[in-house]
Antibody
């Protein structure tokens, strides 16, 4: 059973870089897509982007100029960097697997438990 | 971006009642529509993918339907553990987008 776990600083200063790690267990990241989604407190979900097992990334235009995703197959981990953060980037950040197969089957499952990142000085 | 709307935004029902949530994307998305359940403090959990396919181990009281620009998630015979917020999500085109959520509460 695949499990994902986010890790990283819970507090980041404005204008600095938010860096998170997602560690995958129970499955290899040699297939599928690996995604980041965030959710500000009491609000909805925002898909930030994904990276394929081959290292090709696809980002949401809302953060495209500030975001970078990468992966390390040897560690079975993938990463999120969000640069020049502001208070508006304060949210719970989730990592997740995206599966694409068959007809119309393109979904996000499972999700990590999420990690709260607060942007504040 | 494809905008997603959901209705109602919240609903309060009795145990055993039937609940239907509607999701309307702003663009025809064929059947590229997924439903998630989120409980407070927890990550979303996939319930339905490809509009109507139930994810493994999801109770059969959940069902999804629709295509194009109107989709539904129905919970027949609501149980106490179904109290949660439900989100739809389109995977038709990037960036993937989610509906604003429907909060289901038990009376």
């Amino acid at each position: 059973q695949v499990q994902l776990q986010e890790s990283g600083p819970g507090l980041v200063k404005p204008s600095e870089t938010l860096s998170l790690i997602c560690t995958v267990s129970g499955d290899s990241i040699n297939a599928d897509f690996w995604s980041w989604i965030r959710q500000p407190a009491g609000k909805g979900l925002e898909w930030l982007g994904r990276i394929s097992s081959s290292g090709s990334a696809n980002y949401n235009p809302s953060v495209k100029s500030r975001v970078s995703m990468s992966l390390d197959k040897s560690k079975n981990q993938f990463y999120l960097q969000l640069h020049s953060v502001t208070a508006a980037d304060t949210a719970v950040y989730y990592c997740a697997r995206e599966r694409v197969w068959g007809d119309y089957s393109d979904y996000i499952d499972p999700w990590g438990q999420g990690t709260l990142v607060t942007v504040s000085s | 971006d494809i905008q997603m709307t959901q209705s109602p935004s919240s609903v309060s029902v009795f145990v055993g009642d039937r609940v239907t949530i509607t999701c309307r994307p702003g663009h025809d998305i064929d059947r590229f529509l997924n439903w998630y359940q989120q409980k407070p403090g927890k990550a979303p959990k996939l319930l339905v993918f490809a509009a109507s396919t139930l994810q493994n181990e999801v109770p059969s009281r959940f069902s999804g339907g629709g295509s194009g620009t109107e989709f539904t998630l129905t919970i027949t015979s609501l149980q106490p553990e179904d109290s949660a917020t439900y989100f739809c999500q389109q995977s038709y085109s990037s960036p993937y987008t989610f509906g604003p959520g429907t909060k289901v509460e038990i009376k």
